[in-house]
Nanobody
Framework: VQLQASGGGLVQAGGSLRLSCAAS????????MAWFRQAPGKEREFVAT????????YYADSVKGRFTISRDNAKNTVYLQMNGLKPEDTAVYFC?????????????????WGQGTLVTVSS
């Protein structure tokens, strides 16, 4: 399985970006998916997750109310709509496919990872 993340870029504080992550085959349609991020000098952290059905979603407190995760199983794609971006959101964002169908917060629950897309938010 290959995951191709896209949509990152440079944006001013308060702006919006939409990240996309396309899986190479239908593995992701029966699995939970998520976005994590890693800022320079910091560990990779959980951002948002969604179950295979799309009915369950969870967010890190730092992004709740600003970010929205969604998926299109027909396109094997997961999205992350990011609004109200802040400089502290600057990081490389990674998508991941879970081992199970449920949404999951822990990194250990994920078996496939994308290559990451850089989001830079200027103040």
């Amino acid at each position: 399985v290959q995951l191709q993340a896209s949509g990152g870029g440079l944006v001013q504080a308060g702006g919006s970006l939409r990240l996309s992550c396309a899986a190479s085959r239908r593995t992701s349609s029966n699995n939970g998916m998520a976005w994590f991020r890693q800022a320079p000098g910091k560990e990779r952290e959980f951002v948002a997750t969604i179950s295979w059905s799309g009915f369950s979603t969870y967010y890190a407190d730092s992004v709740k109310g600003r970010f929205t995760i969604s998926r299109d199983n027909a396109k094997n794609t997961v999205y992350l709509q990011m609004n109200g971006l802040k400089p502290e959101d600057t990081a490389v964002y990674f998508c991941a496919v879970a081992r199970a169908a449920t949404a999951a917060i822990q990194r250990e629950e994920y078996k496939y990872w994308g290559q990451g897309t850089l989001v830079t938010v200027s103040s």
